[in-house]
């Protein structure tokens, strides 16, 4: 079930760097930012891990906890967060079960073939477990501040 805007998150559970085990109810209370995105070590990829990286500090004092995703297994995951020196955790969907879920995955030309991706997307939570914005599709310049600011206005109405 894709999960809609305004309506709780169905029950998943996803593991992430650091032993943590991401499941709606382990952060409850805790606004939540999943951003998916294609690979890590790629340009894109690590241009927008920086963004979160360098505005972590914003999203915690406003409230959330960041968590990239993507289909890279945790050994993947641990060399890019340890390069990156990235503040938050990345989850391994190596089965991509929350890119399915998220509907993420889609069709993509790459060097004249088509192959199934990841679209770069990101969704907000709130402290219920409620997806209140999502943005799919996205460009990596300007995009985590536009988040970080949903984030803050989210803040004012809880």
Known sequence: MTPALNKPLPEFEALATGGVKFTPQAFAGQTVVLYFYPKDNTPGCTTEAMQFRDRHKDFVKAGA????VSRDNMSSHDKFKQNLELPFELIADTEEKLCHMFGVVKNKIMYGKKVKG???????????GVLRAEWRGLKVAGHVDEVLKEVKALKKTA
């Open 118 to 128: 990841i679209e770069r997307s990101t969704f907000l939570i709130d402290g219920s």
């Open 65 to 68: 906890i960041v968590f990239g």
